[in-house]
Structures are given as structure tokens and as C-alpha cells.
């Protein structure tokens, strides 16, 4: 089970910061004129991870595969509809109140959009000593300290505490977002799409500057991203959702080395070489991704699985630890199944282009 997992290399193998088990959120469908429950969208449906103390867990997916929902269901802007949530070792699935904003302390997130996320009405120095006032650290003059040697670490000048967020570029504004995240001390840091609306060179700067923090501060990283060559670069495990639930987990060497749910396979063979004279086979999977409302039974993925077998169709499949450290949800690939060769049905091969 993923609660067991084996920490493999280059991860880190300190104090479990993050445990999430089985973790559902489903959106209910209210129609009619008594607004009565008519179906759910099952965003997240089923997903365990944990997350060590200075370790990077890259999730990864196509857009509508429920990553953001997961980041906000674990911070609890979104009310959980099953699972557990540990913080620390602490169940924070169900506080409330004190007890929750207590416990949110140790969990910020950095958003996608570092402009939306900052309030134009108040200055880049406000906007970070703010979270300081609230929770009791600092006032006065040791949290204009404390602020300023944030901008200092994240690459701002110590003036710039005078500016507002319309003043700063895109790159400027996302950092000031990471020091803000920075100002409580926290545990785990959440990046929800944290670097795509930067330019390439701006985008690997921040990459960097998250690393060197994390090493500073042993910082927990929940890394959502659809940039498969951001999450290759910053994560020490990587996992890939598909339609609300993970459909493998492993670490960031072997799951680019050997991949092996077919869904993983397909989104690599996406991702440019950027060698000409290397040429790579393209999967291009057939049909649409379906709808959560009304997800497919058995594996979610049989329905575009060039692979898929009559048991794949009736019978979801767990994830399942195939090999030490490697999970994959695929019937194909459970323990005691043997080598398996995955070869296309005819009805269902995919197109390969070069």
C-alpha cells in the first residue's frame, strides 16, 4: 500500500509531513427548482500519497484531472468528501475553527497566478508581514525586519517592500508570493501551477529558487504541474492522476526510465526532445478524456488504453506496489502477472507518428 511505500533515492527520508489517505471530493449537481441533487463530479476519487520533510512529490496530469483539487482539499479550502488528511502526524481532516486555523499555519500554497492571488490595494510589504500580525509573530519594526529579509531571500530589494503588485513583473510577483508563503515558517508548501505563467528564463529562476529554499528551510513541496520537464526537474517522486484518481507513483528516475501505466507512457512520448536527430515514438491516444460526472467502470483509462482487456473494463484496479517504491494502478502490471509485453489490440492501436 502507498502508506508503506519505500522512500527510494534521491528522496527525502525524514519525518513524514504530509499523509493523505483515500481522499474523495465530490461536487454535487443541484437541479430543478428545489435545487434537488441530481449526480456528482467525482474529482477526486480515491488518492494516497505522503510527502517527507524536505522531499518534492511532482503531481502530474492533463487539465480537469482533479490536481488542483487535491491541493485545495489538503489546505481545506475545499471541504473533503472522504479520506484523511495528517499534518505532522495530527488527522486535520475534520477541525474546525481555532483548531484549523492553528494547524493551516504549517500549510501555505503558492498559486498559479501570482497576480490574482495578491491584494492590489495594499503593498508588497503589507501583503507579506500580514500573515506575521495575524498569527502573533511580529509587529513594528521586527516585522518590517522579518519582511524585508524575506524579499532579501527570495530576490526582491528591501525598497520594493514600498511597492504595489501592479509594479513588479510576473517573475517579481511570483516571488513575492513565495516569501509570503515563507512568512509563517511552514511545513509544506502547496504550488498549484506555481511557474506557467512565467517566460522559460524566469520560470527556471523560480524552479531554482524553490530548491535552494527547500534545502534551506526542509521544506515539503506538493508540486502541481502539467510541465512534465518542470516536475522532472524539481521532484524527488512523481505521480500521475488521471480522471481524479493516481494512477502511478514512483520516483522521478524510474517512472522517466520505465514507465509502466499506459497512461504514463503516452504523456512522455508527448514531451520534446530537443535534439532534431532524435526522433521518438508518438502514442496518440484515441477518444476524449470521459466526463467525472459520470466516469467509466473498472479502470478509468480502458476507454482510450490501447491494452485494455475485458477485466480492465469490469474491475477497478488498486495501486498497487509492483516493484519497491513503484505503485501503478493496471491490472497488466500487478505483482505475480509475469513479464508482460503490452501490445495494441487492433481495434484500439494507437496512431504512432515520429
Known amino acids: 500500500m502507498v502508506d508503506d511505500m519505500t522512500q527510494t533515492a534521491g528522496a527525502a527520508t525524514g519525518e513524514v509531513v504530509l499523509e493523505v489517505k483515500d481522499l474523495k471530493k465530490h461536487f454535487p449537481i443541484h437541479r430543478g427548482i428545489i435545487s434537488r441533487v441530481a449526480g456528482h463530479v467525482f474529482a477526486v476519487d480515491g488518492v494516497s500519497f505522503d510527502i517527507r520533510k524536505g522531499e518534492t512529490l511532482g503531481l502530474v496530469g492533463e487539465s ?26 495530527q488527522d486535520v481532516t475534520h477541525l474546525t475553527g481555532e483548531e484549523l486555523r492553528t494547524r493551516r499555519r504549517e500549510m ?39 519582511v524585508a529579509a524575506l524579499f532579501e531571500r527570495v530576490g526582491l530589494r528591501r525598497e520594493n517592500m514600498l511597492k504595489y503588485p501592479h509594479e513588479f513583473s510576473g517573475g517579481q510577483r511570483q516571488r513575492l508570493g513565495i516569501a509570503r508563503a515563507l512568512a509563517l515558517n511552514p511545513s509544506l508548501i502547496i504550488a498549484d501551477e506555481a511557474v506557467s505563467a512565467l517566460d522559460v528564463s524566469v ?44 494512477v502511478e507513483l ?6 522517466f526510465r520505465t514507465p509502466l501505466h499506459p497512461y504514463t507512457e503516452a504523456l512522455l512520448s508527448a514531451v520534446p526532445i530537443p535534439d532534431p536527430q532524435v526522433k521518438r515514438e508518438r502514442i496518440i491516444l484515441r477518444g476524449d478524456v470521459p466526463s467525472p ?62
Open 108 to 146: 501555505q500554497m503558492v498559486f498559479q497566478d501570482p497576480y490574482s492571488s495578491l491584494n492590489p490595494r495594499m503593498s508588497s510589504g503589507e501583503i507579506v508581514g500580514e500573515p506575521m500580525e495575524n498569527y502573533g509573530l511580529a509587529t513594528g519594526k521586527a516585522k518590517e525586519d522579518r
Open 250 to 255: 514512483t520516483d522521478k528516475d524510474t517512472i
Open 293 to 354: 460526472i459520470n466516469p467509466p467502470t473498472g479502470c478509468h483509462f480502458h476507454t482510450r488504453c490501447p491494452y485494455a482487456v475485458d477485466r480492465c473494463r469490469a474491475e477497478a484496479p488498486p495501486l498497487t506496489e509492483v516493484s519497491p517504491g513503484h505503485h501503478v494502478a493496471c491490472h497488466l502490471r500487478e505483482v505475480g502477472a509475469g513479464p508482460v509485453k503490452l501490445t495494441p489490440t487492433k481495434a484500439d492501436a494507437p496512431v504512432a507518428a515520429a
Open 64 to 89: 480537469g484531472c482533479g490536481k488542483s483539487t487535491v491541493g485545495k482539499t489538503v489546505l481545506r479550502l475545499l471541504e473533503p468528501t472522504g479520506g484523511e488528511i495528517r499534518l505532522r502526524g
Open 203 to 246: 520560470k527556471a529562476q523560480v524552479i531554482n529558487l524553490m530548491m535552494d529554499l527547500q534545502q534551506e528551510f526542509e521544506l515539503g513541496y506538493l508540486f502541481i504541474s502539467h510541465d512534465i520537464a518542470v516536475i522532472e526537474h524539481i521532484s524527488h517522486r512523481v505521480a500521475v492522476m488521471y480522471l481524479g484518481k493516481i
